[in-house]
């Protein structure tokens, strides 16, 4: 019988969606049998098989030395702490980040990238056997967005850093192994601007700026947007605007957010130096972006997810609906390529940079999980959905079968809601065509799959 501040000796199995290890302890050579292959963590094993342990920072093959620290009431499961690695499954490579433990955002960056590919796409096999996947040209310096925190550096002055993992302690962070370079740069530079500007300080209320955002287009552009707790003074606006004239920024903007709690960013923003907003040049179209609107992380993935999508609707002559649609990168290449297209979405602002890249476009604000408040064209039409991690409402699937289309483009940022969802559609009047992974977030356990469904005809 296994208990709390137990040392135990596993072999780490398999791994949960969100990598973290399972082993299985006091087991038979049969143990393992048992493991849920969609969600190791809700897997149960019968008593004589051993028990299960979730251990983070390993991978299948360990052999791991852990802590046992606590046993889910719900599952049955231990949670475990690796004291050491006895032996390792997967050659290990050097970590490019010396904050990785601590900042827990990167959960891979000591296994090779050919290994997380690897268990990537089995994830997704086992989820839509034959699915294909499209590893990433570049799996480090990828990322064109930042959310940086703000706090005291060690000389107790402001920098960007991020939090610790699993908590709200701020971890000073000069450069980062993903972030894309001028984004990178930027993060070197932005401390001299913030010098003189008091910190947020979240427990007493008090200080000024929170965080700082910024995205970079595939040129290099960057757009820095200040997160700041009050209205700033014309001192402190001037002294935030001085990111205008680094290196590569095209426009400064400031965003207000007076709350409490963990919403980011606030409803009201404003421009202080230069643009707004950024346009993409390499796309079809050209779209737009601006610091708090949703965008992809990984522009060359998000580029080839598109194509895809592109591609597999270009034989199809009926108007496209596409819901979720953002800022409209999928829509506007889907114009681009001679489609008539409808672009629906709840976030407003976005609607206006949509609108924005291409007012001839049919763009609409709306809440998609509303159904009663979707257009909806006449005649057969196609469809394209891109939903948060949550997938499809039940009511969303529904309102889906009842429609006459034709063809559904379902782009997903979670495999299990995808395959839920999946479930729902084939389960009535839609087949599964295709369906492949685009590696959109290396060094961590997610992932993009673009999947292609068919309407059934009726005999």
């Known amino acids: 019988m296994a ?31 048992a493991l849920d292959s969609a969600d190791p963590a809700k897997s149960t094993a019968p008593p004589q098989d051993g028990d299960l342990v979730r251990v983070p920072g390993v991978w299948p093959g360990d ?78 310096r990828y990322r064109d967005k930042v959310k940086w925190i703000v706090g005291p550096g060690s000389d107790g002055r402001p920098t960007v850093g991020f939090y610790r993992h699993d908590s709200h302690n701020f971890l000073p962070i000069s450069d980062c192994a993903v972030l894309a370079p001028a984004l990178a740069r930027l993060g070197r530079e932005l401390p001299g601007v913030i010098a003189e500007v008091p910190i947020y300080n979240e427990a007493d209320q008090t200080g000024l700026l929170r965080a700082i955002l910024a995205k970079c287009t595939s040129a290099g552009e960057l757009l820095v947007t200040f997160v700041v707790a009050a209205r700033p003074d ?19 903007t400031c965003n207000l957010n007076p709350g409490t709690g963990n919403r980011l960013t606030g409803h009201v923003e404003w421009t202080l130096a230069g643009a707004d907003s950024l346009r993409e040049s390499d796309h079809p179209a050209g779209y737009l972006v601006n610091a708090t609107c949703f965008s992809q992380a990984h522009h060359a993935m998000a580029k080839a997810a598109v194509e895809t999508i592109v591609g597999a609707l270009r034989p199809v002559t009926e108007p496209v609906l596409d819901l979720f649609c953002g800022v409209g990168p999928i829509a506007l290449a889907l114009a681009a390529d001679g489609h008539a297209v409808t672009g629906v979405e709840l976030e407003s602002r976005a609607i206006e940079l949509a609108r924005q890249a291409d007012p001839s476009r049919a763009w609409i604000t709306a809440d998609v999980n509303r159904t009663e408040a979707l257009p909806t064209p006449v005649g057969d039409f196609a469809l394209v959905v891109n939903p948060p991690r949550q997938g499809l ?64 005809e009726k005999s």
């Open 3 to 33: 208990h709390v501040g137990d040392r135990i000796i596993t072999r780490i199995v398999d791994l949960t969606p969100d990598w973290e290890g399972v082993g299985v302890f006091g087991a038979t050579p049969e143990a393992g049998r």
């Open 63 to 140: 052999i791991v030395e852990c802590a046992l620290l606590a046993r889910s009431r719900h599952h049955g499961h231990w949670f475990g702490r690796a004291m050491r690695v006895v032996a390792h499954g997967v050659t290990r490579q050097r970590s490019v980040c010396p904050v990785q433990a601590a900042c827990g955002g990167c959960a891979a960056l000591t296994i090779p990238y050919e290994a997380q590919v690897a268990r990537k796409r089995a994830h997704l096999e086992s989820l839509f056997p034959g699915a294909g996947f499209v590893s990433a040209p570049q799996p480090l």
């Open 234 to 252: 014309a001192d402190m606006e001037a002294r935030l605007s001085a990111a205008g004239t680094l290196e590569g920024v095209s426009g400064v």
């Open 393 to 456: 409402s039940a009511g969303l699937v529904a309102w889906i079968q009842a429609q006459p289309i034709r063809t559904l483009v379902y782009m997903s940022c979670n495999p299990l809601t995808l395959a839920r969802d999946a479930a729902r559609l084939t389960a009535a009047s839609f087949t599964l065509d295709t369906a492949t992974g685009f590696d959109m977030f290396p060094q961590t356990p997610w992932f993009e799959t673009v999947a292609l469904f068919c309407r059934q």
